[in-house]
């Protein structure tokens, strides 16, 4: 390869590094609806926002610290973590589900979530908090203290906020896999439609 072509390639790559290492990044700390379970990870809603931040705001990345049965403890323990390794600009919480699927009184839920968010914020990130509900059958009073916890702390650490996950389509089968849980692929365009009407005011 000539010398000339040898020195255009260096600095494209030197290039691409540079970009890259400027790259802002965007953390999901997630659980199962995050982490893509049952489907192709490149299908999940996460992944799919990666795509449309590559083609509207190229000056971020997603880390998905995601992962299958998550607890809001769970998280808790691995926040400081996460935050070090990563250094995010924005932190999109989204758990809650396994606890309340475990019964986790609402109030340690809050704590932990909390705790999570306030980490983050101190970090010098922008928080994005997800809300989750619970099923019906799971009785008013539960239902309801659990749904209010995520607009409490919404409003104590004056977050960014999705009010619902699954918003407009939790009560489609059809969109969920045989366990009735999670989302099946179809879903998570609607997912990411969702969230980003909260996210996108953070992208600055």
């Given at each position: 390869m000539p010398l000339a072509m040898r020195m255009l390639l260096f600095c494209m790559l030197l290039a691409a590094g540079a970009a890259h290492g400027a790259a802002k990044t965007l953390?999901?700390?997630?659980?199962?609806?995050?982490?893509?379970y049952g489907i192709a990870a490149?299908?999940?809603?996460?992944?799919?926002?990666?795509?449309?931040?590559?083609?509207?705001?190229?000056?971020?990345?997603?880390?998905?610290?995601?992962?299958?049965?998550?607890?809001?403890?769970?998280?808790?323990?691995?926040i400081a973590g996460e935050l070090a390794r990563?250094?995010?600009?924005?932190?999109?919480?989204?758990?809650?589900?396994?606890?309340?699927?475990?019964?986790?009184?609402?109030?340690?839920?809050k704590q932990n979530?909390?705790?999570?968010?306030?980490?983050?914020?101190?970090?010098?990130?922008?928080?994005?908090?997800?809300g989750m509900q619970m099923p019906p059958n799971y009785g008013p009073e539960y239902t309801q203290r659990f749904e209010a916890v995520f607009r409490e702390l919404r409003e104590r650490y004056a977050t960014a906020w999705v009010?619902?996950?699954?918003?407009?389509?939790?009560?489609?089968?059809?969109?969920?896999?045989?366990d009735n849980i999670h989302p099946n692929e179809e879903a998570q365009?609607?997912?990411l439609d969702n969230v980003w009407p909260g996210l996108s005011p953070l992208l600055k």
């Open positions: 953390l999901v700390l997630g659980d199962s609806l995050s982490a893509a490149a299908r999940g809603w996460v992944a799919l926002l990666g795509e449309r931040l590559a083609r509207e705001h190229p000056d971020y990345r997603v880390v998905n610290a995601s992962i299958s049965g998550e607890t809001s403890a769970g998280a808790r323990a691995r990563h250094q995010p600009a924005i932190v999109i919480v989204e758990l809650g589900g396994n606890d309340g699927l475990r019964g986790l009184a609402p109030a340690q839920m979530i909390a705790a999570i968010v306030s980490a983050a914020q101190k970090a010098g990130a922008r928080v994005l908090l997800v009010p619902f996950l699954l918003e407009g389509f939790a009560e489609r089968r059809e969109l969920f896999q045989a365009p609607l997912i």
